[in-house]
């Protein structure tokens, strides 16, 4: 199985702060690597697919990149209804997988 | 408006057996694969079963093979997900969810949810 690990797993910003997140697969996963940003008692929300595409009606302060084993999430300017948790999610090969989520806090 | 909606969650004990289901609208169902990922509380998520739109490819996770069966009827534009063998481990909120080929997979539309509690 192919394992996903995203760091930092929580991190505290203000809003504005630009913010970074990391995520690592195990092997070469090429690009097929997802982005979601989940809200306490909300489903999971698409946010970016194939490493950097943006997902229709997201902002354009989200912005992803990598590709092979190294992934990253951008917030460029942290909004207030960005606090959530952010997963990667790669979809190469099953079983897909997760990483262990993100947690974004206000500071 | 492109909708998936969760049914079939509840209390059940340890051994038994739960049946969830998804219907869909908005879209053509037939046209897509779907899957089952989960979220044990205060947890991450798991993927659980994927099947093609056809049916002809169905796979499962590790930790529910042998237990849970996934299937779909397209002519009701419905998923569904029985759950045999239930354990306390199994608990957890179950999101039926979109995959795209045109997005490598991706699960671009989510279900809001059904919850599946596993207690004696």
């Known amino acids: 199985d192919i394992q996903m690990t995203q760091s930092p797993s929580s991190l505290s910003a203000s809003v504005g702060d630009r913010v970074t997140i990391t995520c690592r697969a195990s092997q070469s996963i090429s690009n097929y690597l997802n982005w979601y940003q989940q809200k306490p008692g909300k489903a999971p929300k698409l946010l970016i697919y194939?490493?950097?595409t943006l997902q229709i009606g997201v902002p354009s302060r989200f912005s992803g990149s990598g590709s092979g084993t190294d992934f990253t999430l951008t917030i460029s300017s942290l909004q207030p209804e960005d606090f959530a948790t952010y997963y990667c999610h790669q979809s190469y090969t099953t079983p897909w997988t997760f990483g262990q989520g993100t947690k974004v806090e206000i500071k | 408006e492109v909708q998936l909606v969760e049914s079939g969650g509840g209390l059940v004990k340890p051994g038994g057996f739960l049946r969830l289901s998804c219907t869909a609208s908005?879209?053509?169902?037939?046209?897509?694969?779907m899957n089952w990922v989960r979220q044990a509380p205060g947890k991450g998520l798991e993927w659980v079963s994927s099947?093609?739109?056809?049916?002809?490819?169905?796979y499962y996770a590790d930790s529910v093979q042998g237990r849970f069966t996934i299937s779909r009827d397209n002519a009701r534009n419905s998923l569904y997900l029985q759950m045999n063998s239930l354990r306390a481990e199994d608990t957890a909120v179950y999101y039926c969810?979109?995959?795209?080929?045109?997005?490598?997979?991706?699960?671009?539309?989510w279900g809001q949810g059904t919850m599946v509690t596993v207690s004696s």
């Open positions: 969810a979109r995959a795209t080929r045109l997005s490598l997979d991706a699960f671009d539309i």
């Open positions: 908005g879209f053509t169902f037939s046209d897509y694969s």
């Open positions: 194939t490493a950097s």
């Open positions: 099947i093609s739109s056809g049916s002809n490819y169905i």
